[in-house]
C-alpha cells in the first residue's frame, strides 16, 4: 500500500513538471526568481561557454540539482534535439490541474479550451488575455504540435505560470465531462448568428477557439451547446485567433 501511495505521489509531481530547452529560454527561467525550478539538465558534449558557467552558477546558488548526461539522454529530455542546444530545464508548474481537481466545489467558471491551436505565439498571447481578463483556466490538448514551448512562455510574459492549465488528451470527452457538470460548451464560428457579446452566459461557461486555419474540430462542433460569432466589417474575413481569445476572456 505505501508503495501505491508513493507512486501516485511522484506521479502527481511529476504531471506537473514542463521541460524547456534553449540556451536563451532557460537561462531567463533559471534568473527568474518567481520561477519554481526542479533540475537542470546539461550535456556532457557541450563545448565551454561562459552562457553555460552563468547556468551552473546560478542553479547552485538557487539549490538546484544539475543532472549531467550524454547528447542521446538529453535530446530524450527535451525531446527537441535540433534545438535543444546541449540544455533542458525541468520547471515546476503549481497551475496545472486535472479536470476534476479544478471543476470540485466550484459554482461558477469561465474556461478558454484550444481545439487545435499549434502556434506557440497564439497560445501564449491567449494565456496572457486568459490571465488579464475574466477567465479562471486554459483547457490544452497534449498533442506534440500544442506543447507548451519557450516561445510559448515567452509571447505569455510569464502569465503561464498564474493560471490553471487543465490538459487533456481528448478535448470533447473532457468538454461533455464538463456538460455533465452543467456547463455550457460555447464554439467560435464565423457563421453563427449569435454575436458574442450579445448573450447571458452561464455560471459556467466554456468558449472554444479552433485551429487557425481549420477553426473548430467536427467532434466539438457536434457537441457544442451553441456557437458565437465576432461580426467582421470592411470585408474582413476573420481575426487572428489570439485576437479573438482576448475579446472572449474580457466577457463579462
Known amino acids: 500500500m505505501e508503495d501505491r501511495k508513493e507512486y501516485l505521489k511522484k506521479k502527481a509531481f511529476f504531471d506537473k513538471i514542463l ?29 565551454d561557454a561562459s552562457v553555460l558557467d552563468k547556468m551552473v552558477r546560478i542553479a547552485k546558488d538557487r539549490g538546484v540539482e544539475i543532472n549531467y548526461c550524454d547528447k542521446q539522454s538529453l535530446s530524450r529530455i527535451s525531446k527537441n534535439s535540433k534545438q535543444d542546444q546541449g540544455v533542458a530545464l525541468d520547471i ?18 469561465k474556461i478558454i479550451a484550444l481545439d487545435g491551436v499549434n502556434n506557440p505565439q497564439n497560445i501564449g498571447m491567449i494565456i496572457r488575455s486568459a490571465t488579464a481578463g475574466n477567465i479562471d483556466a486554459i483547457i490544452l490538448l497534449s498533442s506534440k504540435k500544442a506543447q507548451i514551448s519557450p516561445l510559448t512562455i515567452k509571447s505569455s510574459v510569464g502569465t503561464i505560470f498564474k493560471i490553471p492549465i487543465i490538459k487533456t488528451q481528448n478535448l470533447a470527452q473532457t468538454l461533455t465531462q464538463l456538460q455533465k457538470d452543467n456547463a455550457t460548451i460555447y464554439t467560435l464560428e464565423a457563421d453563427s448568428p449569435h454575436i458574442y457579446n450579445r448573450q447571458n452566459f452561464t455560471n459556467k461557461s466554456i468558449f472554444v477557439l479552433g485551429n487557425e486555419s481549420d477553426g473548430v474540430s467536427k467532434e466539438v462542433s457536434k457537441i457544442r451547446d451553441k456557437s458565437l460569432s465576432i461580426p467582421m466589417n470592411r470585408g474582413v474575413e476573420s481575426l487572428n485567433v489570439a485576437i479573438s481569445g482576448a475579446l472572449l476572456s474580457f466577457l463579462d
Open 19 to 47: 521541460t524547456i530547452y534553449g540556451r536563451n529560454s532557460v537561462m531567463e527561467a533559471l534568473e527568474d526568481s518567481g520561477i519554481k525550478i526542479y533540475k537542470l539538465h546539461l550535456s556532457t558534449s557541450n563545448r
Open 92 to 109: 515546476e508548474m503549481d497551475y496545472f490541474v486535472d479536470i476534476d481537481e479544478f471543476i470540485s466545489g466550484r459554482d461558477s467558471y
